[in-house]
Every structure is written in C-alpha cells, then in structure tokens.
C-alpha cells in the first residue's frame, strides 16, 4: 500500500467530544469516522484491524467445534412476539415497518432466529450438539452511545448459539467455548479476566464474561489477590431500559419535582468526588397513601456519565438530600418495583457501593435461586451465591475463601451464558429422542464485541504519541519511511525495490511515498502505531543500511538492506 494512494486520514489535532483516548486515538488515528450517534465507518485502517481480530475469532471459533453461518440483520416481529422479547426487550430494540406496514426489527441479538432454524431444520437427537457462530452487524439504539465504537448502536458481533439435548453436554461445549475465549484474547494478546457475571435479563442459569482490563472501563470486577476469583460485580445494566426498568425510570420522571443540584454541590454531600469512578445512587421515595415505598436506583460512573445524568436526572431530583437509615433500605429492598406510583416528595439519597446489589432488585430481575461458579468454570468446583459476590468490597475476604478482594474496571468484550429452556420452550425447538420421545432443547449463547475489542486493544496499549498494536492486530506489519525521496534517487531507488520486495513476501507493508517532512510522517506511523519503521536515508545506505524502528520498545537500530526480510521471521 502506498500513501499516495490510500485514505491514511490521519488528523493532528484530538478531536472534541471524545472522552476516552482510544475513542480519540481511533479518529486521529484515522480508524473511523462518526456519521450518527453511535454509527461509525471503519476506514481502511481501521478496517484492517477489524478483520484481524475476526480472523482470529473465526479460528478459534471453528477449532472448537462451531460452524459458521450467517442471519439476516433485519427480523421480522413475530418471531419476538413467539419468544416473548417484544414485550420484554425495551427501547434498545430498534422497531421498523416495512412498505406493508409489517412490523420488523433490527437484531441487537439473534436467539430468535437460529431457534427458529434449528427447529426447523433439526429434528433427530442424532443431528446434536450444534454449535452455530456468525460474525454480523448488531443494532442496539443505546440509551447512551459513547466512547466512539466502545458503546455503538451499530457495531460488529461474533455470536454463537449452541443446541443440546441435555445439561451435561451443554455444559461441555460451555467449557469448550470457556477455553477458545481465553484462547481468543490470548492470542490478540490483551490483559483479559474471565468473570463470573450475572445472567441478567437474557436469563439462564451460569454466565460469565471476559473483560479488558483498562481505567475506562464501564464495569467493577472484584479479584482475589490470591487466587483466581473474579467477577463482575457492578450493575453495570441499572440504566439499561429494558422492561421494569424503563417504567423504573419514567416514573422517577413523573414522581419527581425539579430541585436542581449541581454536580459537585450533589457530590460534595454525598462526600464523592465529581470524577468518582463508580457509585450507585438509590433514591428512595417516601410512602404513598398506600403506605408503598418507591425506590429508584441511578449509577453514576465517571465524571462523564456523571454530567449526562445530570442532564437527565439529577435535575430531577429534590432538595433536601439525605442519607436514608438503614430501616429505610430495608423499606426499599421489601418493596415492588410495580409499586412506584404517584408519591410526593422530598425524595431521598443515598450512595452507597454496598448497596449495588439493590439495584437488581430495582431492575425487577428475579436472582432467586440463581448460582453462580467460580472464574474457572469446569475445574473450580466451589459455587457463590449471588449475595456472596455482590457484597464484596474491596479489602474483604474474597468469597472464595482465598485472599482479599481488589477492585478494577474493566471493559465487557466477550460474553458467554448458558441459557436453558427459556427460547427452546417459548419457540418449541424439540427433537425426538432415541426412545422416540419429543424433547425440548437446551441452549448456550456465546458472544464477542469484534468491534468492541478494536477500541479496549487501545485502551491497554498506547502512549503519549499514539497506538501501539499488540502485533496480532496491527493494521501493518511494517512501514517504509524514506528520507527526502524527492531529492535522493537513491533513496528513492531502495524505497521502492524494498517495497516490491516485502509485498512478494507477503509482508503487509505501507510505503509512505507522500512528499512530507519525515517529522509529519514518523508522527503519522506512531499514531497509527505501525510496529516497524524501516527508514531509509542517504547516509546510512552509504553502508547499505537502513534504520528500524521499534514502535513498542522505541529502539533504533542499522540492519543491512538484504537482511530486512528476517524482521518477520
Ligand atoms: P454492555 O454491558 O456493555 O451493554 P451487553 O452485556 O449488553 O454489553 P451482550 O448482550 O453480552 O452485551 O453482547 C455480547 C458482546 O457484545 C458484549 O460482551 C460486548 O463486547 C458487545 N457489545 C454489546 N453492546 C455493544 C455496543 N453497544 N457496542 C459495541 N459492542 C457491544
Ligand atoms: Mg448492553
Ligand atoms: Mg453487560
Ligand atoms: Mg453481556
């Protein structure tokens, strides 16, 4: 590829409204560019990485048994209206008619879809497992799309979904899905924990998730340090409108007078800082005149999300703010979502980690019964129960009986559940059994943010001058940067003869042949975060050597011309 002829798209200045530094470093860097709220076009470069990291998704997909299919984006609505999620799904469920005025969505999710294949197309037990993936386009209209194509609302999805007659073998392919995950991240060689997580609106019976470990990230993961315990412990979904949710919030809306706080005068009583990391605000309302407590929970995480809430709560909220008792928690945990009604003010606030695990119950998901295993799910035997994981603060004993609980972020980029009956019923997805029997199926569901993974990769590797691709997934493998080609045809000659060299070698090469200062241009590879510079100038090709640069470690270093291929070795 040369310059010349390719859409480099570089920009020097960090863009406004990009909070997060690979949100920035994705449109310096010329990765993408932003059409809508939460709708973004991969460059060329951008793309380029795209495809590496679905390459390898693909890979491990198909080493551990899935096969690759491919659904339609746009589904009709009946097949929602058969499973439930019509009703269940919320606002996030992009909803369009077609020129008929049939209703149709667009998929956030395709359980629906393949349920309905595999009961059409499966009807012998022996046709079982099945394990089918796709790499497709989602739709989700995020309440807030932000950090560029970390929380789009189009955005590129590996998911799988795979079909058995019995538990047991369904928590064999889980265990196999478990290994290619790790596998996955490994190999695109990110700091990644997989983490116990709450099986949340999806439903089922054991999940975990698989998180980049970075500072903007949008999720709380509780370690041991002393052994390999992890889980999610955040309600990171409290805000999600989905279902109870949404009525949740909208009545909090109704019940609510404005009484405007600002941020830091809300901060400063509640004794957080403006840029606190993570916090969830339970705001209880006192009885109504059927002596019902209403309470409704906001999470608040980083300075940004702060402000947006702000704008779309917090002003809501009235004075006087005060810490609620303890027996007024109590109130709040006994009473029904279905109970917020037209209750007077003042409302009162209270932020408190240790209560996060109310907002579940805010959000109407039922956890009884809900078990959760340890990080590993095959080889560690030892079940927490909800309430274990979601108490935990930092310093505490870890619940599993092994070292003290440290707390970090981290970003969701993979997500794997075991779902159970709960679409197989709804849908009758059955076979017959040997015995001749109809048997309902059981699933799991596997899925990994492809487009997701771009902007974590960033996340956990970059430096003041710009990306630093782990090697797996950089768009290039090597840039060619001569000095002055315009006035040395020597350097120009090398240049290019290098350049036909490497692309017969199959190299993935960029030959900056732009008519720039070589300052423009080795801002330009750093940005892009190209792993090697080979520069070429007059004086060193006096010795028939040119210069490499490394991105990651910053070393220079001569090599003879003619060595040059065994830098890919
Ligand atoms: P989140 O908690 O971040 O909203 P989710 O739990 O709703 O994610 P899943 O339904 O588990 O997402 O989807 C599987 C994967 O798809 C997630 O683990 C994540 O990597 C990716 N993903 C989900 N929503 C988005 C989005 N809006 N933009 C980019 N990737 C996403
Ligand atoms: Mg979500
Ligand atoms: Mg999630
Ligand atoms: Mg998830």
Same mark, same amino acid.
């Given at each position: ?11 020097? =200045? ?26 973004? +076009? ?35 609505? $009946? ?37 309905? !294949?595999?009961? #059409? ?15 497709? +386009? ?41 290994? &290619? ?82 941020? =830091? ?49 917090? $002003? ?10 303890? =027996? ?44 959760? +295993?340890?990080?590993?799910?095959? *080889? ?103 000095? #002055? ?8 000659? +090398? ?31 750093? !940005? ?5 510079? !080979?520069?070429?100038?007059? *004086?060193?090709?006096? #010795? ?15 090599? &003879? ?9």
């Amino acid at each position: 590829m040369r310059t010349s002829q390719y859409l480099l798209a570089t920009l020097k =200045e960090t863009p406004a409204n990009a909070e997060v530094i690979s949100h920035q470093l994705m449109l310096r860097a010329g990765l993408v560019r932003n059409l809508a709220s939460g709708l973004y +076009t991969w460059l060329p470069t951008g793309l380029k990485v795209l495809r590496k990291v679905e390459k390898i998704v693909r890979e491990e997909m198909e080493r551990a048994g899935a096969i690759e299919a491919l659904m339609p984006v746009v589904q009709p609505a $009946d097949l929602w209206e058969e499973s439930g999620r019509w009703d269940e799904y919320g606002p996030e469920l992009l909803r369009i008619n077609d020129r008929h005025q049939r209703p149709f969505v667009l998929g956030p999710t395709h359980e629906e879809v393949i349920t309905k !294949l595999v009961s #059409n197309e499966i009807s012998s037990y022996k046709q079982l497992p099945l394990n089918v993936f796709q790499v497709q +386009t989602k739709f989700r209209d995020e309440i807030r799309p932000r950090f560029g194509v970390m929380r789009g609302r189009e955005f590129l999805m590996k998911d799988a979904y795979s079909f058995h007659l019995e538990q047991e073998c369904l928590e064999q392919t889980y265990q196999k899905m478990f290994d &290619a995950y790790c596998r996955i991240f490994e190999r695109l060689g990110l700091d990644y924990r997989p983490v116990i997580a709450d099986t949340g609106s999806i439903g089922g019976d054991a999940s975990h998730e698989f998180h980049v470990l970075a500072e903007s990230g949008e999720d709380d993961i509780a370690f041991s340090d002393n052994s390999d315990f992890a889980a999610n412990i955040e309600k990171a979904e409290a805000l999600a409108p989905t279902g109870p949710r949404t009525e949740a919030n909208q009545e909090l809306t109704k019940v609510a007078t404005p009484g405007v706080k600002s941020i =830091e005068e809300v901060a400063a009583f509640l004794k957080v800082d403006a840029k606190a990391t993570v916090k969830t605000l339970m705001v209880l309302a006192p009885e109504d005149e059927n002596g019902q407590q209403a309470v409704v929970a906001l999470v608040l995480r980083g300075d940004h999300q702060l402000n947006e809430i702000k704008a779309e709560k917090l $002003d809501q909220l009235a004075a006087p703010l005060t810490f609620a008792s303890e =027996e007024q928690i109590q109130a709040a945990i006994n009473c029904q979502v279905g109970s917020i009604g037209p209750v007077s003010l003042p409302l009162k606030v209270i932020v408190d980690r240790s209560a996060a695990h109310l907002s579940d119950f805010v959000c109407g998901a039922n956890e009884d019964g809900y078990h959760y +295993t340890g990080a590993n799910w095959d *080889r560690d035997a030892k079940d927490y129960s909800v309430e274990d994981i979601r108490n935990v603060v930092e310093g505490d004993p870890s619940p599993c009986g092994q070292g003290n609980i440290i707390i970090k972020r981290g970003i969701e980029v993979g997500h794997i559940f075991q779902l159970g009956k709960k679409y197989a019923d709804a849908m009758n997805c059955g076979v017959l059994t040997e015995s001749g029997k109809h048997q309902t199926l059981t699933m799991g569901c596997y899925g990994i943010g492809v487009s997701r993974i771009v902007a974590a990769a960033i996340e956990q590797n970059h430096d003041k001058y710009g990306i630093k691709w782990p090697a797996a997934i950089a768009p290039f493998q090597a840039a060619i940067v001569p000095m #002055n080609m315009a006035k040395s045809a020597r350097v120009k000659e +090398t240049a290019e003869a290098l350049y036909q060299q490497l692309q017969q070698a199959g190299i993935e090469v960029l030959f900056d042949d732009r008519k720039e200062r070589p300052g423009v241009m080795f801002a330009d590879h750093e !940005l892009i975060g190209t792993p090697l510079l !080979l520069v070429i100038g007059e *004086r060193n090709l006096d #010795n028939q050597q040119i210069e490499v640069k490394n991105r990651i470690t910053g070393e220079k270093s001569l090599l &003879a011309i003619n060595e040059v291929l065994s830098l890919f070795n």
